[in-house]
C-alpha cells in the first residue's frame, strides 16, 4: 500500500505538472516587424543569398533567405529603380509583365566592437560571434531615415571578427 501511495504522490508531483507544462507551451518570439506587411499577398517576390566569408576570403558558409515580410510603401519602388544597374531582366509570364532586381547588399565585422553586450558570444570586444537569425533589406531616403523594405527569418549563422557577409537579393516584381 505504501508503495502505491508512493507512486501516485510522484506522479501527482512530477509527472502531471510536466504534462500541463508541456500542453501549454507555447512559442514565442519578439520580432519587431514595424509596418511590414506579409509578403504572400504582395506584388513582390524576394530572396536572399547570404555568404559569410573570413577575414582571409575564405568561405564560411552560404545561406538562403526567403523574404517573408515587407515595407508597402512607395520607397520600395523608388529605391529598386533608382540604379539601372539593379535591373537585371524583364519579361513576360502568363501575361504579366515582372522585372528581376538584383541588389548587393555587402556588411563588413568589426575587429573589435565600440561596445561589449551582455548576451552570451560577447565576453570580449575583440574575441567575439555573433548568431545571425534574420535577413533584411533596409535603404535609406532622402532624409536620412532608414527603411526596413524586406525581411526574412530563416537561419542561423555565426560571424566573428573580419567576417564580411555579403548578401544577394533577388526581387521579383509584377508590374
Same mark, same amino acid.
Given at each position: 500500500?505504501? !508503495?502505491?501511495?508512493?507512486?501516485?504522490?510522484?506522479? $501527482? !508531483?512530477?509527472?502531471?505538472?510536466?504534462?500541463?507544462?508541456?500542453?501549454?507551451? *507555447?512559442?514565442? &518570439?519578439?520580432?519587431?516587424?514595424?509596418?511590414?506587411?506579409?509578403?504572400?499577398?504582395?506584388?513582390?517576390?524576394?530572396?536572399?543569398?547570404?555568404?559569410?566569408?573570413?577575414?582571409?576570403?575564405? $568561405?564560411?558558409?552560404?545561406?538562403?533567405?526567403?523574404?517573408?515580410?515587407?515595407?508597402?510603401?512607395?520607397? =520600395? #519602388?523608388?529605391? $529598386?529603380?533608382?540604379?539601372?544597374?539593379?535591373?537585371?531582366?524583364?519579361?513576360?509570364? *502568363?501575361? *504579366?509583365?515582372?522585372?528581376?532586381?538584383?541588389?548587393?547588399? &555587402?556588411?563588413?565585422? /568589426?575587429? @573589435?566592437?565600440?561596445?561589449?553586450?551582455?548576451?552570451?558570444?560577447?565576453? #570580449?570586444? @575583440?574575441?567575439?560571434?555573433?548568431?545571425?537569425?534574420?535577413?533584411?533589406?533596409? =535603404?535609406?531616403?532622402?532624409?536620412?531615415?532608414? /527603411?526596413?523594405?524586406?525581411?526574412?527569418?530563416? /537561419?542561423?549563422?555565426?560571424v566573428k571578427p573580419l567576417d564580411v557577409v555579403t548578401t544577394y537579393w533577388d526581387i521579383i516584381t509584377r508590374n
Amino acid at each position: 500500500m505504501k !508503495i502505491k501511495i508512493l507512486y501516485i504522490t510522484l506522479f $501527482l !508531483i512530477f509527472i502531471i505538472p510536466f504534462s500541463i507544462s508541456i500542453v501549454n507551451a *507555447q512559442l514565442y &518570439v519578439d520580432v519587431s516587424v514595424g509596418d511590414m506587411d506579409d509578403i504572400d499577398d504582395s506584388k513582390y517576390r524576394a530572396t536572399g543569398l547570404n555568404v559569410v566569408r573570413n577575414a582571409e576570403g575564405e $568561405l564560411i558558409s552560404v545561406v538562403r533567405v526567403d523574404a517573408t515580410r515587407y515595407l508597402d510603401d512607395p520607397i =520600395v #519602388d523608388k529605391f $529598386l529603380n533608382s540604379d539601372p544597374k539593379n535591373m537585371i531582366k524583364t519579361g513576360m509570364i *502568363q501575361e *504579366q509583365s515582372v522585372s528581376l532586381y538584383r541588389i548587393e547588399a &555587402v556588411y563588413n565585422y /568589426h575587429e @573589435c566592437l565600440p561596445e561589449l553586450f551582455e548576451v552570451p558570444g560577447y565576453f #570580449d570586444s @575583440c574575441i567575439w560571434y555573433h548568431r545571425a537569425f534574420v535577413t533584411m533589406l533596409g =535603404v535609406n531616403d532622402p532624409d536620412g531615415e532608414r /527603411h526596413e523594405i524586406f525581411r526574412g527569418l530563416n /537561419h542561423g549563422f555565426t560571424v566573428k571578427p573580419l567576417d564580411v557577409v555579403t548578401t544577394y537579393w533577388d526581387i521579383i516584381t509584377r508590374n
